[in-house]
């Protein structure tokens, strides 16, 4: 069974740009779950999405959004990118988040913001 | 403070040496405890999950989760080169449908031949 996928591996944006990050889950997994990673901040929750809805959300700002589609897969986006928002970008996927929420993460996109 | 709180290390050890990495937390309402461990430029994977407190084994990891002391540990025997990694701990309490894991900052290994 094929893993989580997050593409693309690396951006290097400027900043005031947006960017777009995309996450297919492990095939049959429901939830979608973001996190950004950063050496100050460790692993920090972004949202979580769940039958195309978002049903969790950390504290972030606005500028961080994301969506699911109906075949569960998910894309995040950044506006207005600030030096701050670099970072490494996570995707986990789970059954359906339920019985302690067993996540399964992907590699990451790391993005640059210069 | 810190819902959970993680001693990033780096922690160096021979190899051979029995490895004790440990979080603890602040929030009762914790429910699921993990480890994943992290390779550099990987996403983290699961090592160990549990429910209550109490230990569980798996091969050469044991996870211990103490709820009275709010407190969990991940013994590594025998440690291996490849073992040298993040390990991050994990919790997870119930928010709005789901399970919503709070992570540690994470604590660097490196197991030296």
């Known amino acids: 069974k094929a893993g989580v996928t997050q593409t693309p591996r690396y951006l290097i944006k400027t900043r005031g740009q947006q960017v777009t990050l995309s996450c297919s889950p492990i095939?049959?997994?429901?939830?979608v779950s973001w996190y950004q990673q950063t050496p100050g901040q460790g692993l920090q929750f972004l949202f979580e999405?769940?039958?195309?809805?978002?049903?969790n959300k950390g504290n972030f700002p606005g500028r961080f959004s994301g969506r699911q589609f109906s075949n569960s897969r998910s894309e995040m986006n950044v506006s207005t990118l600030e030096l701050g928002d670099s970072a490494l970008y996570l995707c986990?996927?789970?059954?359906?988040?339920?019985?302690?929420?067993?996540?399964?993460f992907g590699a990451g996109t790391r993005l640059s913001v210069l | 403070q810190k819902e959970v709180e993680q001693d990033p290390g780096p922690l160096s050890v021979p190899e051979g040496a029995i490895v004790s990495l440990n979080c603890t937390y602040s929030?009762?309402?914790?429910?699921?405890f993990m480890w994943y461990r992290q390779y550099s430029r990987k996403g983290p994977e699961l090592l160990m999950y549990?429910?209550?407190?109490g230990n569980k084994e798996d091969g050469r990891f044991t996870a211990q989760v103490d709820k009275s002391s709010k407190y969990i540990s991940l013994f590594i025997r025998d440690s291996q080169p490849s073992d040298s990694a993040t390990y991050l701990c994990?919790?997870?309490?119930?928010?709005?449908?789901?399970?919503?894991?709070?992570f540690g900052r994470g604590t660097s290994l490196i197991v030296h031949p």
């Open positions: 929030n009762s309402a914790f429910q699921y």
């Open positions: 986990a996927s789970s059954l359906e988040g339920g019985q302690g929420n067993i996540q399964y």
């Open positions: 095939s049959g997994h429901r939830s």
């Open positions: 994990a919790m997870s309490s119930y928010s709005g449908g789901s399970y919503i894991p709070t």
């Open positions: 999405y769940f039958s195309e809805t978002q049903r």
């Open positions: 549990t429910y209550s407190s």
